[in-house]
């Protein structure tokens, strides 16, 4: 696999190559000007910790290129509850509430992340109505993907799990060739096995068990549905 490229600290959010990605990028001049004051940019490398399940929330966190997994203990296993990507804020409801969290976020690529104090990020909700509709935006989506990965969770047997977080993939990032669609999940098949509630060595047997049965073709990291 390709390894993913450290991007640079971005300083200023208009000079940001991002933007386009994220509903916080496109606030009214005045908004997206307070917003780029109050957040600050940092790089984090994967496997770096953003925060960790039962942490005191302090911070809320702007993805702004890259990925992050969110995971939760079960008993003695780790699941992955889903995968962020760039454009999210993590930690809004703890903001709120002055929680704890709920979840570990871990980043999954080379991320650029601007971060805000609760604090400061509360104010700036209560003075903006921009960021209000960015934030109903932002949880419209959430609750889509929390629902489409409750469906793959809901399946009775790992195959069927498999089948179906393979078909997520394909509608949410997958590109459609003469072959068939072609994703690239970016994940080992110990984390695919995180969210399928299954063995590392179950989500290999499955996938080799689809490509000898015609249904997918694997090179490299890259699967082809058929």
């Not at 005045?30 to 957040?39: G, K, P, R």
């Not at 990925?67 to 889903?82: E, H, M, N, P, S």
């Not at 109505?129 to 489409?148: N, Y």
Request: proline residues 3%; contains cysteine; hydrophobic residues 40%.
């Amino acid at each position: 696999m390709k390894a993913a490229c450290i991007p640079d600290i971005v300083e200023s959010c208009y000079t940001c190559p991002w933007r386009a990605e994220s509903f916080f990028c496109h606030l009214s001049t005045e908004d997206f000007s307070a917003w780029a004051d109050v957040t600050i940019p940092s790089i984090r490398l994967p496997e770096a910790t953003l925060f960790i399940e039962g942490q005191r929330s302090r911070e809320v966190f702007h993805i702004c290129y890259g990925r992050v997994i969110l995971t939760r203990a079960d008993g003695d296993r780790t699941l992955i509850v889903r995968i962020v990507e760039a454009g999210e804020i993590l930690g809004i409801a703890e903001a709120f509430t002055s929680g704890v969290h709920r979840h570990t976020a871990t980043a999954l690529d080379p991320s650029h992340v601007r971060v805000m104090e609760n604090s400061a990020f509360i104010q700036f909700f209560q003075k903006s109505k921009g960021v209000c509709r960015s934030i109903v935006q932002q949880f419209g989506r959430t609750v889509d993907v929390a629902e489409r990965l409750r469906f793959v969770s809901a399946q009775p047997t790992a195959a069927a799990r498999l089948a179906h977080l393979l078909l997520y993939f394909a509608e949410t990032q997958g590109k459609v060739g003469e072959d068939g669609t072609r994703v690239t999940p970016f994940l080992s098949h110990k984390e695919i096995g995180q969210i399928l509630a299954c063995s590392r060595e179950t989500v290999t047997r499955m996938l080799g068990r689809m490509k000898r049965r015609g249904l997918i073709t694997i090179a490299g990291a890259s699967i082809t549905i058929v």
